[in-house]
């Protein structure tokens, strides 16, 4: 891989959480293009236990911090998750206190951008999003597995 000397000034985050329970073993994953929609990162992690509205923001969290340290001025940020879109919009109130701490955070990394705008996608329009969340959690599951029978 070679370095390039300009990052991408703008940036595409395609954000997704998956949990496997609610609150359940849950994971998070970015993918992460320019605008000409070539592959910047591929973003994903394990979160632990978590409801899947966690890790819908988590995801949102971890993105806009890869967007900031790659020094990119402009986000488009697109989630397959109603309600985190409809709460950085402020058209739903954010009554879970769990989700009120991500939801500041959320916000305080959207400021930091010239330009930022979260948009709603059908989940078909998040796949790969989608995929990054299920291997951190599929990573997860083997490395418990293969754990257990080094133990045997």
């Known amino acids: 891989m070679t370095a390039t000397s300009t ?46 509205n966690v890790a819908e923001y988590q995801a949102l969290v971890h993105g806009l911090r890869f967007a900031l340290g790659r020094g990119a001025a402009s986000v488009e940020v697109f989630s397959d998750s109603e309600l985190l879109v409809r709460q950085l919009e402020g058209r739903y109130r954010v009554k879970n206190a769990g989700l009120q701490p991500l939801h500041r955070e959320a916000q305080g990394l959207l400021a930091r951008f010239t330009s930022a705008r979260v948009s709603h996608v059908p989940r078909e329009q998040n ?13 997860r599951a083997s490395n418990l597995a293969t754990s257990s029978t080094r133990r045997s």
């Open 7 to 52: 990052a991408p000034r703008e940036l595409r985050l395609h954000v997704d959480g998956a949990s496997r329970g609610n609150p359940g073993e849950a994971g998070f994953g970015v993918h992460v293009t320019a605008a000409d929609g070539s592959e910047v990162a591929a973003l994903y992690g394990y979160l632990g236990t978590a409801t899947n």
């Open 127 to 139: 796949r790969e999003a989608d995929a990054l969340a299920n291997r951190a959690l599929d990573e």
